[in-house]
């Protein structure tokens, strides 16, 4: 289970075949897996395409190596605030803590105590 914050897709499978006996501790640390994990896909699909999308814009083959320069930056700089926050929210699921992502909360409108 604290696998799904690295390996999201894990919690995408436990959506479309959820285990019967499942604890709400582990239901809530699966949906907030998935809700990480797509926020994460959504992040890296818009680092991935903004230089694609400016140099259809822009005819200038250096801003566009430019573009592209800077847009590898960023990206390194997201795999690794990701890999921490997958490897933080893995390690305190993996010791059944009760725990929710801040900014994930406040995301979705919930308020108050953990899951």
């Not at 818009?46 to 814009?57: G, K, M, N, Q, T």
């Not at 566009?64 to 997958?86: C, Q, S, T």
């Amino acid at each position: 289970m604290a696998l799904a914050y690295l390996a999201w897709p894990i919690a995408l499978l436990d959506r479309i075949a959820p285990r019967e006996a499942a604890s709400s501790w582990y239901r809530g640390q699966m949906h907030q897996a998935r809700w990480f994990g797509g926020a994460a896909l959504a992040i890296a699909a818009a680092a991935i395409l903004w230089p694609f999308l400016l140099s259809a814009v822009v005819p200038n083959t250096t801003a566009i190596i430019a573009f592209y320069a800077i847009a590898l930056a960023i990206d390194l700089v997201l795999l690794v605030v990701w890999l921490i926050a997958a490897l933080r929210y893995s390690r305190r699921a993996a010791h059944g803590e009760w725990f929710e992502i801040p900014w994930l909360r406040r995301s979705r409108g919930r308020s108050g105590p953990p899951l």
